[in-house]
């Protein structure tokens, strides 16, 4: 008989930078144009099967701002983890990212967690720098390439995730 766990899985990180489209890559396997500004938070969810145990992730896609202060981290109570994401054509977002993160750990402490760079698709564009995301995964961080558009990463980055926090 196989076990069933659910588990709340947060989406964060600043204004514009894939959330929404990379929860429906994952979620419904679709790529939309559309911009959706999220209110608040958006919540999905997606069976996967992991070593024959089955676990329903709640996905929590919050808000993006750049304006740290407006960002409902209580929305992150009981996490089990989260997704960080950043548009790798937008440095700032990293920041965003980094802040984000930073709050988190102070209010819930460290929990599993990646960090996704997206829009891989727009290679050309990238402004994020090699030397800050060697810095990053050298202090720890677990750190993918991801885009909505072409869906390179996004499975995976969901999947990897769902392992950690279930284990």
């Not at 992730?57 to 919050?62: F, G, M, N, S, Y």
């Not at 993006?64 to 996490?79: H, I, K, Q």
């Not at 548009?87 to 980094?98: F, K, N, Q, S």
Request: aromatic content about 8%; proline content about 1%; some cysteine.
């Amino acid at each position: 008989m196989s076990m069933s766990v659910q588990k709340k899985l947060c989406m964060l990180g600043g204004f514009g930078v894939g959330k929404t489209s990379l929860v429906r890559r994952f979620v419904h396997s679709i790529f939309s144009d559309t911009y959706l500004t999220t209110v608040g938070v958006k919540i999905d969810k997606k069976t996967v099967d992991l070593a024959g145990k089955t676990v329903n992730l709640i996905l929590w896609d919050l808000a993006g701002e750049d304006d740290l202060s407006s960002v409902r981290t209580t929305y992150v109570r009981g996490a089990a983890g989260y997704l960080l994401v950043a548009d790798g054509t937008r440095p700032a977002t990293l920041e965003v990212a980094l802040s984000l993160n930073q709050r988190v750990e102070a209010e819930f402490g460290k929990l599993p967690f990646a960090l996704l760079l997206n829009k891989s698709d727009l290679r050309d564009q990238w402004a994020i720098s090699d030397a800050d995301v060697a810095g990053l995964i050298d202090s720890g961080w677990w750190v993918r390439s991801s885009s909505a558009m072409t869906s390179e990463g996004v499975e995976e980055a969901f999947h990897d995730l769902a392992v950690r926090v279930t284990d």
